[in-house]
């Protein structure tokens, strides 16, 4: 069978981890035949000791009574049509280290086009090209090129000199007032403060990230000049927006050894300063170097299924009105008006959710498919089935 791999950018293990040390652990859990079973990556590797950071989840062997997807970050089994018996699939995980590479000032640079509109006067436009430095980290597998696994994980870049834009309003040739930004060196940062989820790069390396939420901020010089130039206020303003966007480029081989990271920006935003409008239009490329620290693979790791029989089990008079098992399209169980709270457990005896006491009805639409117990003081368990 082919191998399965999940991206999992958090690993929150509980177990405490330990330095080199990324060890898989056997999980075993249950199932009654046609049911399918979801396994989230992240309950699969709870019990794992990752040492922190994301991981990639390798199915090594899939299950021989059974079919195994992938959907979203979950594998899901079902077993074969009337299978009862045991089953199993294999699995390992390899860290995904991340790597904070240098950025190339003299081949990394942005234009900054900015059209900067003032009420009752009109709007001007100027563009400045800003080289760049800074670093940019990214968490790759392997190390080397071809990739299996790539995320852009941060930006820290901010213009390595200063730059003046100069704006001129006016008619007929007249101007009468001229606007000028300064922005000192260091003065217009771009940052990565929600990275987007870890893509499989193409032919030659090159990616697409969605999703991502990069932040441009900074601090320019205002000062107008001109017979109109008081209506500018002169003197410090700082931005500091946001904005959801694509990273693409590529990463591949570079010189001396080293991994190369190209990013394409093209970022629209406006800001505001002091009433006025700047809408920013930031388009280049950013060119970065570094190496990818070495990945660390843990021991393989045994998932023992068991495909059981439907169990039936019988509705204690104690709850008359549990007769839905449960509505398959809105997740909901009905019950009777219990004076006690009752425990919803999943079949690893995990608790799940809770049933305030009183209630008529559940929503259990937010877990996933499975089998599940309602368990009160003094009452026997009453199996549901989220399909």
Known sequence: ????????????????????????????????????????????????????????????????????????????????????????????????????????TAA??????????????????????????????????????PFDSLQVRGLDLQNSAAATLDFNYGDLGLTVLTVTLDAAAGGIRLSLPHPGAAVVPGFAGLFEQAGNEVGVAGQVGVTGSGPLGGLVPTGDQQFDTSLTTELAGLLGPGVGGEERLILNVDLQESVDLSGNTADLHITGEIVAMGDIPASAVSNEATVYLSVVAPVSVAVPESLPDLAVYPNPTAGRVWLAALPVELAIVDVLGRERGRIPAASRSADLSALPAGVYFLVGPGLPAVKVVRR
């Open 1 to 104: 069978m082919r191998r399965i791999w999940i991206s999992v950018i958090a690993m929150w293990g509980i177990c405490a981890p330990h330095a080199g040390a990324q060890e898989a652990r056997s999980d075993t859990l249950q199932t009654e035949t046609g049911v399918e079973l979801a396994l989230a990556a992240g309950d699969l590797l709870r019990n794992d000791d990752s040492g922190g950071g994301p991981v990639l989840l390798e199915v090594v062997s899939g299950p021989r009574h059974g079919t195994l997807t992938v959907v979203e970050d979950s594998l899901v089994y079902r077993p074969d049509m009337g299978y009862i018996g045991p089953d199993s699939l294999i699995y390992r995980f390899s860290t995904v280290p991340e790597a904070v590479m240098t950025v190339d």
């Open 108 to 145: 990394s640079s942005l234009t900054f086009q900015v059209d900067l509109t003032l009420p009752n006067v009109g709007t001007a436009s100027d563009e400045e090209q800003l080289f760049i430095e800074g670093t940019v980290a990214a968490a790759a597998w392997p190390d080397r090129a």
